[in-house]
C-alpha cells in the first residue's frame, strides 16, 4: 500500500494537481481511479483518507456541510 500511495502522490505532483484549488473529493477519486486502475470506491475513498492522514491534503468545510480539499505538496518532496 505505501508504494502505491507514494505512485499516487508522484502522480499528483507531476499533474501539478495542487494548482487546481479547493475540489470535492469526486474529482481526486476519478484522478486516483485513472492512475492507479483501481474501481471499487471502497478503496478509492481508504487511499485518499491514508493521504489526507499523511498531510498531503487540506480540508476545508463548505458552506453545505461537505468537505472540499486542496492537495499541498510537501517541501521534502518537491524538486
Known sequence: ???????TVKYLIWRGVWSYGFC???L???IISYHTGIT????LRKIFILLIEEGFFEKHKNVKRSYLYKFITPKYLEG
Open 1 to 7: 500500500m505505501d508504494k502505491l500511495l507514494l505512485e
Open 24 to 26: 470535492k473529493f469526486t
Open 28 to 30: 481526486f477519486k476519478k
Open 40 to 43: 471499487d470506491a471502497y478503496l
